[in-house]
């Protein structure tokens, strides 16, 4: 009894650490959903139109290998609105996950963007969230998307941002993007980039 008492607390303690630091070493990659992971259908509600973004399954391939935990933050305001319902929404979402997943986090926002919520980004809560879901420090999050909100989101909340331009990315955001964050050219090189910023 007294060798079991006298060697449990500097094990517990040794184990209590090393689970520290394992979260503080964790990292993690969250993508935007729209025009980043999968094309932008508006207010999409039929699974069978989950279309992948060119070399997102590359992207996400290169990320899995190197053991990050993925995540999914995105506004899904269509729900507010009344044009999607929250069943519609779930399934869309299955499908993402049958076709690029597995995500070991998905946050979704389904106020509209008159409704002040904490959630929508460009505001932090979604990216918060999804860090503390996947028991990670959020300044070890990258967030990559395609809009201004997406880095905002990431920057307000602590995390890295990289931004993927598409044909409806601003180029006032893209300016944003080089000044506060990174700018890719493609998914691959943002997955190779955020393994270097974490």
């Not at 999409?44 to 992207?59: G, I, Q, T």
């Not at 990320?63 to 319902?85: C, D, F, K, M």
């Not at 999050?141 to 880095?151: E, K, M, N, P």
């Amino acid at each position: 009894m007294a060798v079991t008492s006298a060697v449990i607390p500097p094990t517990a303690c040794a184990h209590r650490l090393l689970g520290e630091w394992r979260v503080r070493r964790g990292r993690a990659v969250l993508f935007d959903r729209d025009d980043t992971l999968i094309e932008d259908v508006p207010y999409l509600s039929d699974p069978e139109k989950v279309r992948p973004m060119p070399k997102a399954a590359e992207a996400l391939s290169l990320l899995r290998e190197a053991g990050v935990p993925l995540g999914v933050v995105s506004n899904q305001s269509g729900i507010a609105r009344g044009h999607i319902t929250p069943d519609q929404l779930r399934a869309v979402t299955r499908r993402v996950d049958e076709l690029l997943g597995p995500f070991q986090t998905w946050q979704s926002c389904p106020h509209g963007p008159d409704e002040n919520c904490p959630c929508r980004k460009p505001r932090p809560a979604m990216v918060l969230r999804a860090a503390e879901e996947l028991g990670v420090d959020v300044r070890r999050c990258v967030v990559i998307g395609d809009i201004g909100s997406d880095v905002e989101a990431a920057l307000t909340a602590g995390a890295r941002a990289i931004l993927v331009p598409t044909a409806r990315t601003l180029p006032h955001e893209i300016e944003m993007a080089r000044r506060y964050a990174t700018v890719a050219p493609d998914l691959p090189a943002a997955a190779r980039v955020a393994l270097e910023l974490t």
